[in-house]
């Protein structure tokens, strides 16, 4: 980030935004600042005008805990006072559902002066649907990435915690906001600055953008049997075309029965249950976080028909799809 200071950042906030997120990407430039004894950045937030309440001067944006921001509106992606060198979009609940024609015109405007364009959290939906991470590397909340990956299939997508792939960059949400900034803090100013940053936070360490953000089941299950977390990869690489329990037993190096007493034993239930409720876990996450419809869910998680899946999800959670759905 070594350019012109004080460095202007602007975060959009979208309804139902991270404040966690926001406050860690914010907060690591404040630190900055102080460390370096200068206005190395200067921030604002930024928001759609529809967004922003109905009083005179707004009442501010909601985010995922119901507190209130005061934000400066867009205007259409007019200039604004300061254009911002970094602008992220910094999501949260229901950000995949969300679109604004502001954001869009100056996203592409921020495009055109060549700045750094990024999201924060769920805050990638937007971003990409702007067709601003086509030919980069992204990534996005780990709750989020079927959603995300049904519904923008030719993007490079990744699980790591950030990407910062030449003028773009994504991250998690949560606490890997702040290391996204400490990076760019490190790219700018070095390593003893952001270490300093850093320890401000008691942050014993700048976590890489290449660390994965999510421990999937196969391994959590690692530590306890190798077989098993094998078995388990498989069936999460195979969700849309579900294999059979003896074909996953084979690629595991066991047999059916061995497979099925390793499943009783560390998961109290057999391959198949285990196998079935991965497949409907993740169709209530397309259920909640994408507008596919019901039968294309069933398909893309391996169920006959919409009413297959209905019949499953029912069993599981105790609701309809369309129930479900309404419910988030």
């Not at 102080?34 to 707004?58: E, F, I, K, N, T």
């Not at 079935?276 to 876990?281: G, V």
Request: charged letters at 25%; a positive charge.
């Amino acid at each position: 980030m070594a350019m012109r200071e004080p460095v202007p950042v602007e975060f959009f906030l979208v309804p139902g935004f991270s404040l966690l997120a926001l406050s860690c990407a914010v907060d690591a430039l404040r630190a900055a600042n102080l460390v370096l004894g200068r206005r190395a950045y200067d921030w604002r937030l930024m928001a759609d005008p529809r967004d922003l309440g109905d009083s005179p001067s707004g009442d501010g944006v909601p985010s995922s805990s119901h507190i209130r921001l005061p934000a400066e509106p867009l205007q259409d992606g007019s200039a604004s006072a300061a254009e911002p060198a970094l602008f992220a979009v910094v999501g949260g609940q229901r950000s995949h559902t969300y679109k604004s024609a502001a954001l869009d015109a100056s996203l592409a405007r921020a495009a055109g002066r060549g700045a750094r364009i990024g999201s924060v959290s769920d805050g990638a939906f937007p971003v990409a649907a702007a067709g601003l991470f086509d030919g980069y590397r992204s990534t996005i909340h780990w709750k989020c990435l079927d959603a995300y990956r049904e519904r923008f299939p030719g993007l490079d997508i990744r699980t790591s915690i950030f990407e910062i792939d030449r003028n773009r960059f994504s991250c998690a949400g949560g606490t890997t906001s702040l290391d996204l900034m400490l990076t760019f803090v490190m790219a700018a100013h070095g390593a003893e600055t952001a270490s300093l940053v850093a320890e401000n936070y008691v942050h014993d360490r700048i976590r890489e953008a290449a660390q994965e953000q999510h421990v999937t089941a196969a391994i959590r299950m690692a530590g306890r049997n190798r077989h098993l977390a094998d078995a388990i990869l498989l069936m999460e690489r195979h969700l849309e075309d579900p294999l059979p329990v003896d074909r996953i037993a084979d690629a595991a190096g066991l047999s059916g029965r061995q497979l099925t007493r390793l499943f009783r034993s560390h998961l109290r239930q057999p391959p198949g249950r285990f196998y079935l409720d991965l497949r409907i876990d993740r169709a209530a996450s397309l259920l909640r976080q994408t507008g596919m419809s019901v039968s294309e869910i069933a398909v893309a998680c391996g169920f006959q028909s919409a009413s297959h899946l209905g019949r499953h999800l029912k069993r599981r959670h105790g609701t309809t799809p369309g129930q479900w759905r309404r419910s988030a």
